[in-house]
Protein backbone atom coordinates (compact mmCIF):
# COMPACT_ATOMS: atom_id res chain seq x y z
CA UNK A 1 0.00 0.00 0.00
CA UNK A 2 1.41 3.17 -0.90
CA UNK A 3 0.04 6.66 0.42
CA UNK A 4 1.30 10.54 0.57
CA UNK A 5 1.90 12.34 3.55
CA UNK A 6 3.01 15.82 4.36
CA UNK A 7 6.80 15.17 4.33
CA UNK A 8 8.45 16.72 7.37
CA UNK A 9 11.33 17.71 5.11
CA UNK A 10 11.24 21.32 4.96
CA UNK A 11 11.22 22.21 0.92
CA UNK A 12 9.68 18.46 -0.07
CA UNK A 13 5.66 19.44 -0.08
CA UNK A 14 4.75 15.99 -0.37
CA UNK A 15 6.83 12.61 -0.35
CA UNK A 16 5.43 8.80 -0.85
CA UNK A 17 5.57 6.84 1.99
CA UNK A 18 5.02 3.20 1.42
CA UNK A 19 3.14 1.07 3.89
CA UNK A 20 3.44 -2.97 4.31
CA UNK A 21 2.00 -5.52 6.45
CA UNK A 22 4.39 -4.34 9.69
CA UNK A 23 6.30 -1.88 8.02
CA UNK A 24 5.92 1.79 7.41
CA UNK A 25 8.53 3.49 4.76
CA UNK A 26 9.13 7.15 4.62
CA UNK A 27 11.45 9.41 2.63
CA UNK A 28 15.03 9.90 5.12
CA UNK A 29 15.11 13.26 6.08
CA UNK A 30 17.46 15.11 8.30
CA UNK A 31 15.40 14.28 11.40
CA UNK A 32 16.52 10.46 10.97
CA UNK A 33 20.24 11.55 11.64
CA UNK A 34 20.53 10.54 15.19
CA UNK A 35 18.58 6.85 14.08
CA UNK A 36 21.49 6.72 11.49
CA UNK A 37 24.37 7.40 13.76
CA UNK A 38 23.63 4.90 16.10
CA UNK A 39 22.94 2.17 12.94
CA UNK A 40 26.43 3.30 11.27
CA UNK A 41 28.61 2.72 14.01
CA UNK A 42 27.68 -0.79 15.26
CA UNK A 43 30.34 -2.28 13.24
CA UNK A 44 28.36 -5.08 13.08
CA UNK A 45 26.40 -3.62 10.78
CA UNK A 46 29.43 -2.39 8.29
CA UNK A 47 30.74 -5.45 8.02
CA UNK A 48 28.75 -6.61 5.26
CA UNK A 49 29.06 -3.00 3.57
CA UNK A 50 30.14 -3.67 0.29
CA UNK A 51 31.42 -0.35 0.46
CA UNK A 52 33.53 1.21 3.49
CA UNK A 53 33.23 -1.32 5.75
CA UNK A 54 34.27 0.11 8.95
CA UNK A 55 31.88 1.91 11.97
CA UNK A 56 31.39 5.43 11.34
CA UNK A 57 31.53 8.35 13.69
CA UNK A 58 28.74 10.85 14.28
CA UNK A 59 30.62 13.29 10.89
CA UNK A 60 30.68 10.12 8.94
CA UNK A 61 27.32 9.62 9.15
CA UNK A 62 26.30 12.83 8.60
CA UNK A 63 28.15 13.38 5.17
CA UNK A 64 26.62 9.94 4.05
CA UNK A 65 22.89 11.42 4.74
CA UNK A 66 23.92 14.60 3.08
CA UNK A 67 25.10 12.40 0.10
CA UNK A 68 21.82 10.35 0.48
CA UNK A 69 19.49 13.34 0.58
CA UNK A 70 21.70 14.91 -2.51
CA UNK A 71 20.59 11.79 -4.89
CA UNK A 72 17.32 13.58 -7.27
CA UNK A 73 14.34 11.47 -6.16
CA UNK A 74 13.59 11.17 -9.84
CA UNK A 75 12.73 7.49 -11.52
CA UNK A 76 12.22 5.91 -8.62
CA UNK A 77 15.66 6.36 -6.89
CA UNK A 78 14.58 6.90 -2.95
CA UNK A 79 16.28 6.11 0.52
CA UNK A 80 13.72 5.45 2.93
CA UNK A 81 13.86 5.39 6.58
CA UNK A 82 12.15 1.40 7.69
CA UNK A 83 9.84 2.02 11.24
CA UNK A 84 7.74 -0.39 12.30
CA UNK A 85 4.35 0.55 11.16
CA UNK A 86 2.67 0.45 14.95
CA UNK A 87 5.12 1.80 16.82
CA UNK A 88 7.67 4.50 14.98
CA UNK A 89 10.40 2.31 15.77
CA UNK A 90 13.22 2.89 13.92
CA UNK A 91 14.54 -0.68 11.50
CA UNK A 92 17.11 0.57 9.09
CA UNK A 93 17.00 2.06 5.97
CA UNK A 94 16.51 0.42 2.22
CA UNK A 95 16.30 2.51 -0.88
CA UNK A 96 17.05 2.44 -4.88
CA UNK A 97 19.87 4.33 -5.71
CA UNK A 98 22.23 4.97 -8.34
CA UNK A 99 24.85 2.58 -8.83
CA UNK A 100 28.43 4.51 -7.98
CA UNK A 101 30.34 4.55 -11.71
CA UNK A 102 27.21 3.15 -13.93
CA UNK A 103 23.86 4.57 -14.61
CA UNK A 104 22.04 1.10 -12.97
CA UNK A 105 19.79 1.39 -10.45
CA UNK A 106 20.97 -0.12 -6.75
CA UNK A 107 18.91 -1.46 -4.20
CA UNK A 108 20.50 -0.70 -0.93
CA UNK A 109 19.76 -1.63 3.07
CA UNK A 110 20.79 -1.67 6.35
CA UNK A 111 18.85 -2.81 9.59
CA UNK A 112 19.75 -2.64 13.01
CA UNK A 113 20.52 -5.78 14.64
CA UNK A 114 17.52 -5.59 16.01
CA UNK A 115 15.73 -6.00 13.81
CA UNK A 116 17.81 -8.91 12.15
CA UNK A 117 16.52 -12.49 11.12
CA UNK A 118 12.60 -11.22 11.04
CA UNK A 119 12.36 -11.00 7.57
CA UNK A 120 12.32 -7.29 7.72
CA UNK A 121 14.71 -6.63 5.10
CA UNK A 122 12.93 -9.11 2.35
CA UNK A 123 9.59 -7.07 3.31
CA UNK A 124 10.99 -3.91 2.96
CA UNK A 125 13.02 -4.53 -0.12
CA UNK A 126 10.54 -6.57 -2.23
CA UNK A 127 7.99 -3.24 -1.59
CA UNK A 128 10.94 -0.72 -2.65
CA UNK A 129 11.59 -2.74 -5.63
CA UNK A 130 8.08 -2.91 -6.62
CA UNK A 131 7.91 1.09 -5.69
CA UNK A 132 10.54 1.33 -8.20
CA UNK A 133 9.28 -0.55 -11.22
CA UNK A 134 5.68 1.22 -10.44
CA UNK A 135 7.74 4.29 -10.70
CA UNK A 136 9.15 3.14 -14.48
CA UNK A 137 12.79 1.79 -13.93
CA UNK A 138 13.23 -1.16 -16.33
CA UNK A 139 16.40 -3.21 -14.41
CA UNK A 140 17.41 -2.96 -10.44
CA UNK A 141 20.55 -4.53 -9.25
CA UNK A 142 21.69 -5.71 -5.54
CA UNK A 143 25.51 -6.25 -4.86
CA UNK A 144 26.67 -7.99 -1.65
CA UNK A 145 29.86 -9.45 -0.70
CA UNK A 146 30.08 -13.12 -1.09
CA UNK A 147 30.43 -13.50 2.24
CA UNK A 148 27.15 -11.79 3.28
CA UNK A 149 25.07 -14.51 3.22
CA UNK A 150 21.83 -13.03 4.28
CA UNK A 151 21.77 -10.01 2.09
CA UNK A 152 22.17 -12.59 -1.12
CA UNK A 153 19.41 -14.65 0.34
CA UNK A 154 17.70 -10.74 0.77
CA UNK A 155 18.43 -10.23 -2.85
CA UNK A 156 17.20 -13.36 -3.91
CA UNK A 157 13.94 -13.57 -2.38
CA UNK A 158 13.35 -10.42 -4.27
CA UNK A 159 13.63 -12.31 -7.17
CA UNK A 160 17.40 -11.39 -8.45
CA UNK A 161 19.66 -13.89 -9.95
CA UNK A 162 23.26 -13.67 -10.10
CA UNK A 163 25.09 -12.01 -13.18
CA UNK A 164 28.32 -11.56 -12.86
CA UNK A 165 31.31 -11.94 -9.21
CA UNK A 166 34.25 -10.13 -9.75
CA UNK A 167 37.00 -8.73 -7.02
CA UNK A 168 36.70 -5.78 -5.04
CA UNK A 169 39.03 -3.07 -3.34
CA UNK A 170 37.77 -4.39 -0.24
CA UNK A 171 40.07 -7.34 0.62
CA UNK A 172 40.42 -10.59 -1.17
CA UNK A 173 36.36 -10.43 -1.61
CA UNK A 174 33.79 -11.08 -4.15
CA UNK A 175 30.96 -9.10 -5.38
CA UNK A 176 27.62 -10.69 -6.55
CA UNK A 177 25.42 -8.96 -8.53
CA UNK A 178 22.12 -9.83 -9.41
CA UNK A 179 19.68 -8.41 -11.81
CA UNK A 180 16.08 -8.28 -12.49
CA UNK A 181 14.21 -8.11 -15.94
CA UNK A 182 10.47 -5.89 -15.44
CA UNK A 183 9.42 -8.84 -16.96
CA UNK A 184 10.11 -11.18 -14.49
CA UNK A 185 7.48 -11.49 -11.49
CA UNK A 186 8.98 -11.29 -7.79
CA UNK A 187 9.60 -14.29 -5.91
CA UNK A 188 6.62 -14.65 -2.87
CA UNK A 189 8.47 -14.19 0.60
C1 LIG B 1 21.85 -8.16 5.34
C2 LIG B 1 20.63 -7.83 6.19
C3 LIG B 1 19.84 -6.71 5.56
C4 LIG B 1 19.77 -9.08 6.28
O1 LIG B 1 18.76 -8.82 7.17
P1 LIG B 1 17.90 -9.98 7.83
O2 LIG B 1 17.04 -9.29 8.81
O3 LIG B 1 18.71 -11.08 8.36
O4 LIG B 1 17.08 -10.45 6.56
P2 LIG B 1 15.76 -11.28 6.56
O5 LIG B 1 15.29 -11.55 7.97
O6 LIG B 1 14.82 -10.64 5.60
O7 LIG B 1 16.29 -12.69 6.02
C5 LIG B 1 16.56 -12.93 4.67
C6 LIG B 1 16.98 -14.36 4.50
O8 LIG B 1 18.36 -14.51 4.89
C7 LIG B 1 18.49 -15.55 5.83
N1 LIG B 1 19.55 -15.17 6.74
C8 LIG B 1 19.57 -14.13 7.59
N2 LIG B 1 20.76 -14.08 8.22
C9 LIG B 1 21.50 -15.12 7.75
C10 LIG B 1 22.81 -15.58 7.99
N3 LIG B 1 23.61 -14.95 8.86
N4 LIG B 1 23.22 -16.67 7.33
C11 LIG B 1 22.44 -17.29 6.44
N5 LIG B 1 21.18 -16.90 6.15
C12 LIG B 1 20.72 -15.80 6.80
C13 LIG B 1 17.13 -15.64 6.49
O9 LIG B 1 16.90 -16.93 7.03
C14 LIG B 1 16.20 -15.35 5.32
O10 LIG B 1 16.02 -16.45 4.49
P3 LIG B 1 14.70 -17.36 4.58
O11 LIG B 1 13.54 -16.41 4.51
O12 LIG B 1 14.81 -18.24 3.38
O13 LIG B 1 14.76 -18.08 5.88
C15 LIG B 1 21.03 -7.40 7.64
O14 LIG B 1 21.79 -8.44 8.19
C16 LIG B 1 21.83 -6.13 7.67
O15 LIG B 1 21.29 -5.03 7.63
N6 LIG B 1 23.17 -6.24 7.76
C17 LIG B 1 24.05 -5.10 7.87
C18 LIG B 1 24.11 -4.23 6.62
C19 LIG B 1 24.33 -5.01 5.36
O16 LIG B 1 25.03 -6.00 5.32
N7 LIG B 1 23.69 -4.51 4.29
C20 LIG B 1 23.77 -5.12 2.99
C21 LIG B 1 25.00 -4.67 2.27
S1 LIG B 1 25.08 -5.45 0.70
Not at 120 to 137: D, H, K, P, Q, Y
Amino acid sequence: MTGTVVSPNPGVARQTWICTARLRLRPLCADDLSDLVELYADPEVMRGSSGVAVARDRAASEEWLRQALAIPTIGGWMTYRVEDRATGAFFGRCGLRPEAGSEKTELAYAFAQHAWWRRIATEASIAVVRNGFAAGLGRIVGCALAKNVASLRVLEKVGMRRVSEEPTSVGPLSTMKWTRPITTGLMKS
